[in-house]
């Protein structure tokens, strides 16, 4: 039996095991560090990215993630994956107030936000909005699959904008 001797040990260890994918060892010592150190932010981020990737428990991943966000506001790698969820599940509301929230820490993938933002606008049909921030994202992003991705969603609103365009014939006698 493996014995540790602080939490951040306990942290770490259980990072390590969700990283060789031993899912259940992992959530057993993330859950441990909960049940004796309840503010543990890093712990609830990590729990909320295994019950929304991995279980799919969304409520408890929303729980986590929000947990994580009100303890360590400044902890910018909660931001993609909360808000990521939160487009999932329909919720317009907290979307827009944690992304705007994003848009102000330090280390917080800029492209990625405005991405999902795009994504979001996309969704409601406000074609010029999911225009803007896909624009946005285009001149934040850093990463080559990521560019495309962007590049893909600017051609795909172009696309439904022009099929929105109808023609309208009159036939005059």
Request: charged share 25%.
């Amino acid at each position: 039996m493996e014995t540790y001797y602080t939490i951040e040990e306990k942290y770490l260890q259980a990072v390590e095991e969700l990283k060789y994918g031993d899912t259940p060892k992992s959530l057993q010592l993330l859950n441990e560090i909960i049940s004796n150190e309840p503010l543990h932010a890093r712990a609830h981020y990590q729990l909320g990215k295994i019950n929304y990737y991995d279980l799919n428990d969304y409520n408890a991943a929303g729980y986590h993630f929000k947990t994580c966000n009100e303890l360590a506001p400044g902890f910018p790698d909660v931001y993609f994956h909360y808000l990521h969820l939160l487009l999932f599940l329909h919720m317009n509301k907290q979307f827009e107030a944690v992304s705007k929230k994003a848009l102000s820490v330090p280390g917080v993938n800029l492209a990625s936000v405005f991405q999902l933002t795009g994504l979001l606008a996309e969704r409601d049909k406000d074609w010029k909005e999911a225009t803007n921030n896909f624009r946005k994202a285009f001149l934040e992003v850093t990463d080559k699959s990521q560019k495309e991705e962007i590049e893909e969603a600017l051609k795909r609103i172009s696309e439904k904008v022009n099929q929105a365009k109808s023609f309208h014939y009159t036939i005059i006698e």
